[in-house]
């Protein structure tokens, strides 16, 4: 594997105007649901964000980059796509292409929190949705939130495991994007404040090349309202991008994190590429590069994949 930093990679081109090099582009992704991405909204925000560069299209009427900005401002992208369904976001345009994608898994690589879909099976579910609601805001501290939530378990037939995984489901995109990023070459690891249990389930139904996550004690019938210790928090998830990095010989700027909770926020502050997906207010206020609109496939046009490139 190429280190990087060590000469071009085969996925960037460095663009070159005037005699200075131009190091960001902006891509837009639009909800495919909701709208379509004409060439007139393209223009309008190349205008206003003074792209140099003609745009690329990544995939048509979904997905395009602007080249050829001089500054990393998300403001006038956001504002001339007047509240249209379609998310900005920006990123060098040398290394765009990640080495090591570190994800989240509950309401990012599947569409639930899979602590309060468990919690259902009591009689507490509310109150642990509502601790959970709390606890992404980073308005309670998430190891005593977790161990909380658990307590609430105590009991529970470890049945009810398995019968809340039937119903987990995959965000769009998110097959799509742990396969295109592998078949580049980049190590993908699903790093989750969640369980073990679901975690492994979900590592293997997209391909994920590692998983780490807390793990919930039973006495061989039922859970016993505890979760082992260490608990694995916003620290540990920093960590263990660190350390996948370290390992890999990658450059913190070769890293991409995602992720939509306040546990989150240490790892997409310091990737090279953090996105937050579908996030929390105490993270959108944080985090620049933000996918409001789109599935998951926008972590990959972000890094100027182009749809054909897609993998499933």
Do not use: W
Not at 26 to 35: F, I, Y
Not at 213 to 227: C, K, M, P, S, W
């Amino acid at each position: 594997m190429r280190a990087f930093g060590q000469g071009p990679e085969p996925d960037f081109t460095n663009r070159i105007l005037e005699g200075r090099v131009l190091p960001y582009v902006l891509t837009l992704v639009a909800a495919r649901d909701a709208t379509v991405l004409t060439q007139p909204m393209i223009d309008r925000v190349r205008d206003a964000v003074g792209g140099s560069l003609t745009p690329r299209i990544l995939s048509p009427g979904e997905a395009a980059d602007i080249p050829g900005l001089p500054t990393d401002d998300l403001a006038k992208a956001r504002a001339a796509l007047e509240s249209a369904p379609v998310d900005a976001l920006i990123s060098r345009e040398r290394g765009r292409r990640r080495r090591l994608l570190v994800a989240d898994m509950d309401s990012t690589i599947v569409t639930s929190e899979t602590l309060d879909e468990l919690a259902a099976h009591t009689g507490f579910g509310e109150a642990v949705a509502a601790i959970t609601h709390r606890s992404m805001n980073g308005e309670v501290d998430f190891r005593e939130a977790l161990r909380l939530r658990v307590a609430m378990l105590k009991g529970l037939d470890l049945a009810a495991l398995e019968e809340t995984m039937r119903h987990v489901e995959l965000t769009p995109g998110a097959r799509t994007l742990v396969a295109t990023m592998r078949a580049g070459g980049a190590i993908t690891a699903l790093v989750s404040g969640g369980f073990t249990f679901f975690t492994s389930r979900v590592a293997a139904l997209c391909g994920f090349d590692h998983h780490r996550a807390n793990i919930l004690v039973d006495d061989g019938r039922a859970l016993t309202g505890e979760v082992a210790e260490p608990i694995l928090g916003q620290d540990t998830k920093l960590h263990t991008m660190r350390r996948l990095a370290k390992a890999a010989g990658l450059h913190r700027t070769a890293t991409l994190a995602v992720g939509d909770g306040a546990n989150d926020l240490a790892m997409l502050r310091e990737a090279g590429l953090g996105i937050a997906f579908h996030a929390k207010p105490v993270v959108t206020a944080d985090i620049s590069n933000r996918i409001e609109h789109a599935d998951l496939r926008a972590v990959l046009f972000a890094q100027g994949y182009p749809a054909r490139a897609f993998r499933e």
